[in-house]
């Protein structure tokens, strides 16, 4: 195959690949939003990059093309795309069920946006209880700490750097923000702030388990930034080649396979024993 990513490819191939007895799509899940001098589909090259990553090394599928669901607070930002968590839940089991009936049964739902898995996981929960077939969303943010557990010897979460490399994986490297008066301020993702409306936010959502218990909206376009532009095209360029090199690496600790046999354990106990021993289930 020329490419892993299924919409690039000939039906021919995905039919030959299917025939493999292989059924594994990786399916990326982005946003447009308001992300400092970041594109606004930042988010979404970045999951489509390690999508396609993910899949690479596991002779798996993956997608593009998913760029618009649940943004969360970001909407102050005109540039920010809305669409309801329900609205987009409708949308990704509409396309789960087209993937299920086309042989894609393992289907990996990966996410880099925060508030992703309010829309992500409360799909996948209703399309188990339906048709009992397990799928899984794979959210970065966490993915980047078991990779750090397994070995993966990196400072921090180093969001800027595998965005920009994915942003050169992904053949879209110009879109990225140069100027040469920029004025590199503190990293934004480590931040913190006495500012009471962020003070207020982080203790409503002290109160459950996962955040996203509280509406609220960012005061102001730098409460979600995504880093300055680089000073010129060979900063960016240098940043972008070691993201890539990050996002290798990432991969070799995340360790995907390992998911998907996971995945394929859950469905043979749910089908094979769960499911002859409590037939109500069916």
């Known amino acids: 195959m020329k490419t892993h990513i299924l919409n690039k490819m000939r039906n021919i191939e995905v039919e030959e690949y299917l025939n493999r007895g292989r059924d594994v799509i990786f399916i990326p899940v982005g946003t447009v939003e308001l992300h400092g001098d970041l594109p606004l589909d930042c988010e979404t090259v970045y999951v489509e990059a390690i999508a396609e990553k993910m899949a690479e090394a596991t002779d798996s599928l993956s997608l593009t093309g998913l760029p618009f669901f649940y943004p969360g607070a970001t909407r102050t930002g005109r540039g920010t795309v809305y669409m309801s968590i329900a609205e987009g839940a409708s949308y990704l089991r509409q396309l789960s069920d ?59 979460i180093p969001l800027k750097e595998l965005i920009y490399g994915a942003y ?101 106990a749910t089908q094979k024993h769960i499911i002859p021993r409590y037939p109500h289930l069916k």
């Not at 993937?99 to 049964?105: I, M, S, W």
């Not at 209703?126 to 397994?150: E, T, Y």
């Not at 006495?194 to 459950?208: I, T």
């Open 98 to 156: 087209s993937l299920l009936k086309q042989g894609f049964r393992k289907q990996i739902y990966v996410s880099g946006h925060g508030p992703a898995y309010l829309t992500i996981n409360s799909f996948i929960m209703d399309a188990f209880h339906d048709k009992k077939v397990p799928f899984v969303h794979i959210s970065l943010l966490q993915a980047i700490h078991i990779a750090k557990d397994n070995g993966w010897q990196v400072k921090g």
């Open 168 to 268: 050169k994986q992904m053949n879209q490297l110009d879109y990225l923000y140069v100027d040469p008066e920029v004025v590199q301020k503190e990293d934004p993702f480590s931040v913190s702030s006495d500012n009471p409306l962020k003070s207020a936010v982080q203790r409503l959502n002290s109160l459950a388990t996962s955040p996203g218990n509280a509406g609220f909206f960012y005061e102001e376009f730098s409460d979600h930034g995504g880093g300055e532009g680089c000073r010129s095209v060979a900063e960016r360029d240098a940043l972008a080649l070691k993201g890539t090199e990050m996002i290798d690496d990432f991969i070799r600790f995340f360790h995907p396979q390992q998911v998907i046999d996971d995945l394929n354990e859950v469905d043979l």
